[in-house]
């Protein structure tokens, strides 16, 4: 059986996260709670992994930048709830929203942007088109009135309760046998009023009737102290950027930077997306890797397209390349309000096993902020964040290219990535993940446990332990069931101790990609893995 695609990959690849211990339903005893999600012992190693290497590449092995100079790029780490006005300066008091429909039937609320999406995927929408005639135009129907009124009476009262030919049979007289696109056929069975003439889409859930959108703003709130009240009022931060943003003077005061210069942290954000969905792609609580780069206005355009390729490159170094990885520039109408009269903005897309029709979904956003938020915060804190450049003996605001990315979301295009079926091995899947990235970097086994096999296992473990970090010692169940393990948590290497090592003191080295072996020798497998996964 080949690797399957789209959802039948997620949900195979949601049962091995589970199983093996990547990814578990947050709370799940409880029944779970929507959108939060907790990393299971591979799970946490895997999403530090990709961590590490994304702060290695920022703050110590930076790629040269656009002149071969050294590009300087700081860390910090801010805390999640800061002063409220840091989201009033930043615009997400205003502005941080998703229009929202509620369902009047069932109270499911959703983004509008999401109806039509979500209405694609819907049981009861499969179902009452599968009673539908094919209209001579593709993707046209013809509802049926008799059909249509079965339907309704039998299935459609459990499927879609909400749904008006439904709550009221007596409706389906007035429906004309027309064929109809499906947004209008939707549209047709879900009015109860005068005839439609335009697209009103129901429920995903139940068929009813949704609300007009309104706006709904995605930051948590809480209280700090005893008092609750407007004066008392924070947030969870959405994003990590502002950090940067009010810390810029601090940073400037206290360390020796110059612009050009980045300023970088990982942390968790927390937005109440109306409809988290996709496993951990959009989720309430999830981490992010962001870099606000500060540069002269006359440079941005360079520094922008240095990070737009350096960004890109990174996911590519990581396995992600090939068909599954695009750089996408965004379209006019969809840059924000900064990035309109200069620059641009771009996002590194990843084809997601869920991305539909458009076949790619945001991985990492990179965008020319200009001096929009050092601007505001100067304007709303009332403190001067200038920076006084002595080269070229000018003060000015800098401004901002940002390259942003989920490191959550990353992992989801990791585990993606690395999914394997080969019906060939002693387990029929396998995670075929970067070398840097792979939770356990190598398997230990003795063959038996007798002749002093365990012994020179052990030892080989501590040694690999010591030099290479997170490896594994299995002495338990055939060897075809130890690869199996490992070849599901994507360990690159497997190591061997057999009868061949009591006469001539090698192992067996097995490539989890290949499955092919080497003899090393005992005292130097420890080097040959270092080597390959370091
Ligand atoms: P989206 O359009 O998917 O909602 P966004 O454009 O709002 O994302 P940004 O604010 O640019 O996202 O955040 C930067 C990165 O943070 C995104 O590219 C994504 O990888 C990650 N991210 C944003 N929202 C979520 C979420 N709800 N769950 C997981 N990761 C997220």
Redesign the pocket.
Known sequence: MATPTGSALMERLVSLCKRRGFIFQSSEIYGGIN?FWDYGPLGVELKNNLRDVWWDSMIHHPPAGPDGRPVEIVGLDCSIISHPRVWEASGHLAGFADPMQTCRHCKRLFRADHVAELLGESDWVAAVLAVCEPGAVAGTHVPRRTELKRWAETRGKKLAPGLAIVREPGLIARINEDAHDVPMLLTILSSSGPPVTEVRLPCPNCGGDLTEPRQFNLMFETWVGAVRDEESKAYLR??T?QGMFYNFKNVIDSTRVKVPFGICQIGR?F?N?VT?RNY?????????M?LEFFVHPSEADTWYRYWRQTRFDWWCNLGLAGKNLRLRDHEEDELAHYAKDSGGCC??EYAFPFSGEKGF?????I?YRSDFDLRQHQRVSGVKLEYFDAERNERYLPHVIEP???????VLAVLCEAYTMDESRPSPELMRFHPHLSPIKAGVFPLVNKEGMPEIGERIYQELRRRVGSCQYDAKQSIGKRYARMDEAGTPFCITVDGQTLTDQTVTVRDRDTGAQVRVAADQVTGYIAERVG
């Open positions: 959108g959405p994003e950027a954000s937005r997306e988290p951990i792609f959009r989720s309430r609580e999830f981490e992010q962001e996002d590194v979904t945001e991985l990492e956003g965008a942003a990315a989920g490191l959550t979301r990353g």
